[in-house]
């Protein structure tokens, strides 16, 4: 369906029939209009994003690649590209100008009325993933002792252009943060009401520096529709929308799965990532790992003369390896995901290596009686052979459940993200660890 | 912090200080009292809980664990579960009763009035995972040709039990939506207005038994704050909130990330949940994945001759069963989200594989440059078993990659959730392939 609408856009485009191209793209909404954007050349896209309405253009544009972004204001006359920039909320603006090279921020930043210049620039000295990076400054704030019928007054006066004037601040003469009133109780009360009555105190807030994937967390826990960010006076310098709540979720989850596969996170879209690009993300892990892969090597060589002698062990050696990098990165997996829901916290590490040992036997017990059986069975390679390989597998699974347990905990700790200790780097430690464990038993019960 | 206020509710639950700890646990948010609730003694619990008002109570409720929550109901005269139920959200009084025990559920459903007891046994005719179990029917609809001041005096009357007044439906004699008019534009209008001018009438909407993953994609691409859900004839039949679908977007990535790890997905807290349970979430993937490694064993075993004619080359298995592994889920996680952020469609598998492809080819390269230059340099190995482990280094990353990136497509294409076609999976297959090329090259040019 896609594929007809973006035929429709490049052939009315060809026949030069801009008014019926204007009528169809007004029909669109702006997040599905940014992707068939993309995929038109760069002069007929530019020709027809100026087919565009001022609204529906500046909402298309924010979701445009940064690329993308970049071609379409070197197109622009200083003219259009005012009218994009007026009509972004303040925060779109930041993002806007955190992507562009240094030239095109200048030239933004000119077209910029004094007062928004004033508002990004604030922004933008706050980290990258901070609260007072993810902020708009565009909220509604109400003086402590206005009646119901002042703050609506309020509202349509310059409610047009906030975020969101659906949680409305009360602020004192110092911008000291007072509370929060909503529409709702606003627009539930009478008009005579004073808004101090109506004002919830106890709210919830965040500091300009605290780290973004807090800020989610916070929506997420207590169904907020905005967060007031307040500076270390507690005067309110802006409020997060739950939209840009909704993107950090989806962005950290991305993150965290990409470095639990040994990727470098982007966040860019899967299939605009180039190819070379991709390649930067993944090697040098790749690299790393298979350097530290080269012990495990090591370990199998100085144990050659062992399997010599009994060839047999050679054939468990995948399996062994495997068993224990599954068992440690099921582990280290629940551990970072419960860490970033903020179900374990760092003093839990005890309960957790409990836990963890307790589910370790149980596994390893169920493996290794599974393991006899076939071995036993289908295998035939002596009893011996096979108590080596089961006796090996309870103790590795422990040490694997409690590896991939503590060294996610053990990351956060030292200031790491807990998401690199999963799987790949579990599972290098691991099997060193399992074919130790292995050799050693092996030498022990077969007398080698 | 957290441990003090349980100590301090604890000791004026022993000193029976009820006025204070009431005082006290007011001051409290249900988010944060819910998880000190758990850590109480049942009886305590209950004690502590009648000291809650009738609103706090219902809030705290509803964030406790399902086990907690069977425990309190059984300590509630029929009175004050009424008071409870009565408090709570439609959407939420059907999630307690999808969890709790079948003679607590017809408790429930007899302190229930009998219009909410309709609206309760509507939603839960939807299927699990459907927009129809998900939403509320407590929403706001308005008659087509109100007034802006009718519709105020329609929210008025009604806004007070409604789970969000921002959006208002507008719908006609036969509840067909007609479209939707913000709380905002109500605002910032006329009172003669009239709502018909006010209403967006392109509106994102979801079907009754549409994926509650893809109602939470719509939230994330759309940035909405509710979504109305329509039945076949497009009548309105409830909304789905914003807080909603955030709970979807981070149970469905915990989802993912336990399936990419081999575990059976749990919606319950890490801590929370028992050893024992923790435990048959993990052993099944154990056992069937020690299975397959047995056939990794296997192809180790059918190679035995040439591995005791060459013993260098069993030094290299790790490294390379691991190289593959870790390319290959590189690959395979990159596409899983990608599908699950619908960056990535079936249609685009093609394009996948020529961009892993071409991926693969300049990380195999690398690998090998690098693989060789330590083995000539520091494992002094021989020429010919360099060259052996570098091209099946090359050929086993492209075939980890394809293989990798491919799955999970085709994973989805077969109704499958295409994260059970991560790490462990590929792993195994990847693992076996490895060796094949592995012992194939080897004998080749070591003429084995």
Known sequence: MEMEMKDQITSLLEEKKYRQLRDL???QNPADLAPLMEELEPTARAVAFRLLGKDMAAETFVELESDTQTLLIRSFSD????EIVDELYVDDAVDLIEEMPANVVRRILD????????AINEILKYPDDTAGSLMTVEYVALRTGLTVADAFANIRRTGI???TIYNCYVVDDDRKLLGM??????MLADEDDVIDDLTEHDIITVRTLEDKEEVA???AKYDLLAIPVVDSEDRLVGIVTVDDAID??????????EKMAAITPTDKPYLHTGVFETWTKRIPWLLLLMISAAFTGKIIQSFESALAAQVALTAFIPMLMDTAGNSGSQASVSVIRALSLGDVRMGDVLRVMWKEARVALLCGLTLAVANFGKMMLFDRVGLWVSLAVCVTLVITVLFAK???STLPILAKRIGFDPAVMAAPFITTIVDALSLLVYFNVASLLLHL
């Open 161 to 163: 252009d906030k975020e």
């Open 181 to 186: 009133v909503t529409a709702k109780s606003l």
């Open 25 to 27: 793209l007004a029909e």
């Open 217 to 219: 967390r916070k929506f």
């Open 248 to 257: 950090v979720i989806q962005e950290e989850a991305t993150e965290d799965m």
């Open 111 to 118: 077209q910029t009325d004094p007062e928004t210049r004033r």
């Open 79 to 82: 003219a259009e590209l005012k």
């Open 402 to 404: 409690l590896v991939g």
